[in-house]
């Protein structure tokens, strides 16, 4: 296993819209708990392995997020997950053929700062300097981030 990813990069899985044609989404990889899925940390690396094919440690919660989808009267709670270490090579071959994201991912990149700016990315304190502030101190804390009522 390799140490933790750079503090200044992080992996993000490009995404093409399927409720909007034309809209591009990146987003740091992830998806919603199954039932094989023992804990959230390990459906954070079943996930992170779907779609992007890299093997992760992960043993701690960075960042909590709600979203509230009014059309459908649901409410959401994200775990962003901070990663220990990780191995293998970005690769879209582990992504299930009947997977809702199969047809939709479009790339997958390590992305820095200057890189993000210019990026539609989900959630949007991503950008934030506050962000790069919790990379450089190794996601020390957990963090609850805005309820967003709209995507």
């Known amino acids: 296993m390799r140490p933790r990813p750079h503090p200044q990069e ?4 490009k995404h093409q819209s399927r409720t909007r044609p034309g809209k591009i989404l990146w987003l740091p990889p992830g998806g919603g708990l199954e ?3 023992e804990s959230i940390f390990a459906c954070a690396q079943r996930e992170a392995k779907e779609e992007s094919g890299l093997d992760v ?3 701690r919660i960075a960042y909590v997020h709600e979203f509230i989808d009014a059309t459908h009267h649901i409410r959401h709670v994200a775990f962003y997950m901070a ?5 293998g090579t970005i690769s879209r071959e582990y992504l299930p053929v009947d997977a809702t994201d199969a047809l939709a991912i479009l790339d997958i990149v390590w992305v820095n700062r200057r890189q993000i700016a210019d990026l539609s990315v989900y959630p949007t ?3 934030t300097s506050e962000f790069w502030a919790d990379a450089q101190e190794d996601f020390s804390s957990t963090k609850y981030l805005e309820i967003m009522r709209s995507f």
């Open 57 to 59: 440690q992960v043993s």
């Open 125 to 127: 304190y991503l950008k």
């Open 35 to 37: 039932a094989e899925d």
């Open 10 to 13: 992080i992996l993000l899985i």
């Open 83 to 87: 990663t220990d270490s990780f191995q």
